[in-house]
């Protein structure tokens, strides 16, 4: 299994914390095609709350991702990446 962890964060904006009360996520995922699958059933509603109350968002992804999945998370410019993987430690991958 080529499990990945993602680790979410952003700044909740001035005003806006009653909306949005959950501002760092932790999610593991069975593999790439895990996590596409969640963002396409849940993104809409994710995106919608984002937009709406948080700025800064930030992800850090641990794990081998498929080439697919690296283009998906491409796709989503508003959002700072960072990948790492097990062969790369603790560096940036």
């Known amino acids: 299994m080529n499990e990945l962890e993602v680790s979410a964060r952003m700044t909740i904006r001035n005003g806006e914390v009653e909306g949005f009360k959950q501002c ?3 999610e593991v995922y069975e593999g790439s095609q895990g996590l596409i699958e969640y963002r396409k059933h849940v993104g809409e509603a994710i995106n919608k709350r984002f937009l709406e109350f948080a700025e800064h968002h ?7 991702p498929s080439l697919e999945l690296v283009a998906f998370v491409k796709g989503h410019k508003d959002v700072e990446s960072k990948w790492y993987s097990p062969l790369g ?5």
Not at 58 to 64: D, E, L, T
């Open 89 to 93: 430690g603790l560096e940036p991958g």
């Open 58 to 64: 930030a992800a850090a992804i641990y794990g081998n």
């Open 24 to 26: 760092a996520v932790r």
